[in-house]
């Protein structure tokens, strides 16, 4: 099993849908983690951390199911600027704080 | 607030010839810093991370290297560039005990 695998997608939905993104990790001593948001030819961005169950920040809502290994990212009411790719991180146990990225799914918002 | 440099933003560089990349945080102190490389469509390769001056932890072996000659910069160097070095080159900082990690704008190398 890959370390975080996620549906490259892309997902086309009309603006004001409901989308969701699921991933899924390998490493069961994880604690914390993370999406991030990144453009087209842009650097990554934190979107949202997951430290327990869940997280919710306005339109987005990230949750956690440790049990069965996988993170969900829920945007409602999407937007056109909400058009990225969107990744999941996991972080890797050891020093340093490394993280492991997925591959990301990417989000088409059309008119 | 942190803020996170990187330069230059484009680079197009023989097959052969050096590189040097330059990050730099400001903002903090003592971070851990870290070098990504994307390839076109990929997804994000840890080259090195740094969890203090000097100290420099390498993730897969290639012909680059890293140095951290001062608390708050991080370079990336090659004495000979290859082909398969083009890529999207980004520096990411981290608080030390903190997961999420803050990126540069990022460096667009392009060996020719």
């Known amino acids: 099993r890959k370390e975080v695998e996620q549906d490259p997608g892309p997902f086309n939905v009309p603006e004001g849908a409901t989308v969701a993104f699921n991933c899924t990790y390998s490493n069961s001593a994880s604690q914390s983690f993370f999406w991030y948001r990144q453009d087209c030819r842009k650097e990554p961005k934190l979107l949202m951390s997951?430290?327990?169950s869940g997280n919710e920040d306005g339109r987005f809502t990230a949750q956690l199911n440790r049990a069965s290994q996988y993170i969900s990212l829920l945007i409602r009411d999407s937007k056109l600027s909400d058009s990225a790719t969107y990744l999941c991180?996991?972080?890797?146990?050891?020093?340093?704080?490394?993280?492991?990225f997925g591959t990301g799914t990417q989000l088409k918002v059309e008119l | 607030s942190q803020t996170i440099h990187q330069w230059p933003a484009t680079l197009v560089q023989p097959v052969g010839s050096p590189l040097s990349l330059e990050c730099t945080v400001e903002?903090?102190?003592?971070?851990?810093l870290y070098w990504y490389r994307q390839a076109a469509g990929r997804g994000l390769q840890l080259l090195f991370y740094?969890?203090?001056?000097?100290?420099i932890s390498s993730e897969v072996p290639q012909n680059l290297s890293a140095s951290r000659p001062q608390d708050r910069q991080f370079i990336l160097s090659s004495k000979k560039l290859l082909l398969s070095d083009s890529g999207f080159y980004l520096c990411?900082?981290?608080?030390?005990?903190?997961?999420?990690?803050?990126f540069g704008p990022g460096t667009r190398l392009l060996v020719l």
């Open positions: 740094s969890v203090g001056i000097g100290q």
């Open positions: 903002g903090t102190s003592n971070p851990n």
């Open positions: 997951v430290y327990s």
């Open positions: 990411a900082w981290s608080v030390t005990g903190s997961g999420a990690q803050y």
């Open positions: 991180v996991v972080p890797i146990t050891g020093g340093g704080n490394k993280l492991t």
